[in-house]
């Protein structure tokens, strides 16, 4: 599967921003799908992950109650919608996708396909 991510861009503290996925296959019921981020001379870090049928979620204890991922499975799209937006949510926005199983879901290692990233800029 290939993966494109979109929406990124800058905003200031407290705003909200919504980037994109867009798979090049259907993702339901075939892959968990995860977003990560990475800020500059930082580890990549994860952010979110939503399982095969959509039914559970997980959340990094850095975004949790800010931000939200869901998918349209119709445009086999998967989104996250990030509020009340902080400067150290300043990164590089990757989504991703794995095969492996749910406990994996916060392992970077354990997804296999990549898009190319979105650069999220919150100004302080």
């Known amino acids: 599967v290939q993966l494109q991510a979109s929406g990124g861009g800058l905003v200031q503290t407290g705003g909200s921003l919504k980037v994109s996925c867009a798979a090049s296959e259907r993702t339901y019921n075939r892959y968990i799908m995860g977003w990560f981020r990475q800020a500059p001379g930082r580890e990549r870090e994860f952010v979110a992950a939503m399982s095969r049928n959509g039914g559970s979620t997980t959340y990094g204890d850095s975004v949790k109650g800010r931000f939200t991922i869901s998918r349209d499975n119709g445009k086999n799209t998967v989104y996250l919608q990030m509020n009340s937006l902080k400067p150290e949510d300043t990164a590089v926005y990757y989504c991703?996708?794995?095969?492996?199983?749910?406990?994996?879901?916060?392992?970077?290692?354990?997804?296999?396909?990549w898009g190319q990233g979105t650069l999220v800029t919150v100004s302080s």
């Open positions: 991703a996708a794995n095969t492996a199983v749910w406990s994996t879901r916060d392992q970077d290692g354990q997804y296999t396909y």
